[in-house]
């Protein structure tokens, strides 16, 4: 029987896997995972990579054992001389360089099939009537759901090769630090821990459209992670909607799901996308570069409880509820004027389902510099946005639990608050909680001038 690879990447599943089900009509496979730091735009981060070794073992287990881990070019050449290996099958990753792969495994005579992956429709499929790529969502969301994407098709059991050449471990995505614990056991990476997932959330998906800018409630999906490793296809969430008794072209959630296909699709035709401005006007932008800011930022030390609520929680949990993404994006780069790079950065070693298109068109899009983006001088208020989506302060309590006894009044302005008042919760500025580094209408006012200075 004829032996072919399939090249397990950001494709962590059996079932609606295109380029495993062709490697199973070709011959009898043997699965490899490999990592793709080398080719891909930016490398794993560490948050992820946490997600990623758990991932491997669920898959792992689903294989019998028999997911061979590959390190090197050279372990690639082994195993294919070993087992007489006529193909390479891959879904393949947006924004990751498969050439010099297919340049080194055609040397070898191995042929090379390369699938989209994770994605809705074919990127090709969706342009404008003049050919041209779209840079506006909403066309681009009219012209995608009048096409209902594929259903997904049923999990693929192949005939496994038995290898398991190497191990997870030997990978060393996990470091000897209490923080990669503490984080994934809130969470059941793999496919079925996304299964599960999506099961709860159809559940109680009728409340995900009033509910989903509240960050204290639980109407948000929680399946970026296991969308981000391919644990769970963006066409089998699809169709489950559809099987729930909703509409997916009228529905909220779905209309989400589109944002994230956006991004693929922009990353695709604008491959520079998540390191350069597609709005080329923000290259003479006049960013300031304040390390002291940027790590109050990073560190939830700001002085603004909403946007300090949302890095810790980002810091404790691999992930931030997307209305507070909106929100401490904006702060970085707009009241501090720090580059959306920097932002990036951060959230990509910090987040469990960082993935160079999502990351880089939500920074690019808070900015302003981005596709679609929103107005640069659209200037969140943490405060009036923190009483507006915490009402009852439940997020930022759990998050600023130094504020725990503050009134609801004082909460999201603490510095406004009498003495008396301060005294009663217990709470000392600059002792317990830093005041705010930086003033919100001064700043927005200089964040505009610069703006207008371009």
């Known amino acids: 029987m004829t032996t072919v690879i399939h090249w397990f990447q950001r494709d962590l599943r059996l079932t609606d896997n295109q380029a495993l089900a062709a490697a199973k009509q070709r011959g009898a496979v043997l ?80 042929q090379c099939y390369g699938y989209t992956e994770g994605l809705l429709w074919e990127p090709g499929s969706v342009v404008k009537p003049d050919g041209q790529p779209y840079k506006v969502f909403t066309p681009y969301y009219r012209r995608c759901i009048g096409t209902a994407p594929n259903r997904p098709t049923a999990s693929v059991h192949p005939s496994v090769v038995g290898c398991g050449l190497g191990n997870i471990a030997g990978l060393d995505l996990v470091p000897q630090l209490d923080w990669p614990a503490r984080v994934i056991q809130q969470w059941h990476p793999g496919e079925r821990g996304a299964t599960e997932r999506l099961a709860g959330f159809l559940s109680n998906i009728q409340s995900y459209s009033e509910g989903r800018n509240t960050p204290s409630e639980p109407h948000v999906s929680r399946l970026s992670p296991h969308l981000a490793f391919g644990e769970i296809s963006p066409r089998t969430i699809w169709h489950a909607v559809a099987d729930h008794g909703l509409d997916p072209t009228q529905d909220a959630f779905c209309r989400q799901l589109v944002w ?143 504020l725990a006894a503050m009134p609801d009044r004082y909460l999201f302005d603490p510095w406004e608050a009498p003495k008396s008042v301060l005294d009663q919760a217990g709470v000392t500025l600059g002792v317990h909680y830093p005041r705010p580094i930086v003033s919100i209408s001064d700043s927005r006012q200089l964040a505009l001038a610069a703006f207008a200075s371009i």
Request: with cysteine; net charge neutral.
């Open 31 to 110: 699965p490899v995972y490999g990592l793709i730091d080398a080719w891909q735009p930016v490398p794993t981060g560490s948050a992820s990579r946490v997600w990623l070794h758990h991932s491997l073992m669920q898959l792992a287990n689903q294989l019998g054992g028999n997911l061979s881990i590959l390190t090197t070019m050279d372990d690639w050449a082994d195993l294919m001389r070993r087992y007489a290996v006529t193909a390479v099958y891959w879904n393949a990753v947006p924004g990751v360089d498969y050439q010099p792969v297919h340049e080194y495994l055609t040397a070898l005579g191995v």
């Open 260 to 402: 994230r296909e956006f991004s693929h699709y922009l990353l695709r035709d604008f491959p520079t996308f998540y390191k350069e401005n597609l709005n080329k006007r923000f290259d003479r932008f006049p960013w300031r570069d304040t390390d002291p800011m940027l790590a109050a930022w990073q560190s939830g030390r700001t002085g603004y409880p909403i946007v300090d609520a949302g890095m810790r929680e980002l810091w404790q949990t691999g992930t931030m509820h997307n209305r507070v993404r909106m929100i401490v994006g904006s702060f970085l780069v707009k009241n501090l004027r720090i580059h959306w790079r920097r932002g990036f950065e951060w959230f990509w070693d910090c987040l469990l389902d960082a993935n160079t298109a999502n990351n880089s068109f939500g920074w690019q899009w808070i900015a302003g510099s981005g596709a679609d983006a929103a107005p640069y001088f659209r200037i969140f208020n943490p405060i009036l946005q923190g009483k507006k989506f915490d009402t009852n302060g439940q997020y930022t309590r759990q998050y600023v639990p130094e």
